[in-house]
């Protein structure tokens, strides 16, 4: 056995996270049915305000569109690619792109400080329903169900529901 060949078989029988690619909004299937085949899948999900016409609703949704991570060992791949919604396997330097534990437990303590820490006072907010739709301004005072903004652009201040603002310059 070469060299090369001795390296390739030791690295086959690692387990490392890989990158998927998934189709357009198919993300939550995909992970559900790599899951299903008792692969390790994790999606890393926020939560996010979204405004429909008639109201505004916080949900769930992908930190990164269209990208699963998949724990599995590098030989094992191209089975997953044979699951409905995954496009390709994401690629680094001509090989799979491996993610370091570290860079996952990264992103799982940045979801955790995101989801504890809501509007602060002296943050910027964006209105997302009604007249001011799409206004932002910085908040001044949260209470329980409402928030106040002062819109420096209008020179006003404003009350709203805590529910009908979303953070600006966060990730969507």
Aim: contains cysteine.
């Amino acid at each position: 056995m070469t060299e090369n060949e001795h390296y390739n078989d030791n690295e086959n029988r690692h387990i490392y996270w890989f990158v998927l690619y998934t189709l357009p909004r198919a993300e939550k299937q995909v992970a559900k049915r790599i899951n299903q085949q008792e692969f390790e899948c994790w999606l890393p999900l926020h939560l996010c305000p979204r405004a429909w016409s008639d109201r505004v609703k916080t949900v769930e949704v992908p930190l990164f569109h269209s990208y699963v991570f998949v724990k599995c060992l590098e030989n094992q791949l191209h089975t997953l690619l044979r699951i409905y919604g995954v496009s390709r396997i994401v690629y680094y330097n001509g090989k799979p792109a491996v993610v370091r534990q570290q860079e996952i437990d990264a992103i799982h303590d940045f979801l955790q400080q995101s989801a504890n820490h809501p509007l602060l006072v002296g943050d910027e907010a964006e209105i997302l329903v009604g007249a001011m739709k799409h206004v932002s301004g910085k908040v001044t005072m949260i209470n329980k169900n409402y928030i106040v903004l002062y819109l420096e652009q209008l020179g006003a201040t404003v009350i709203t529901n805590l529910d009908h603002v979303a953070p600006v310059n966060r990730l969507k």
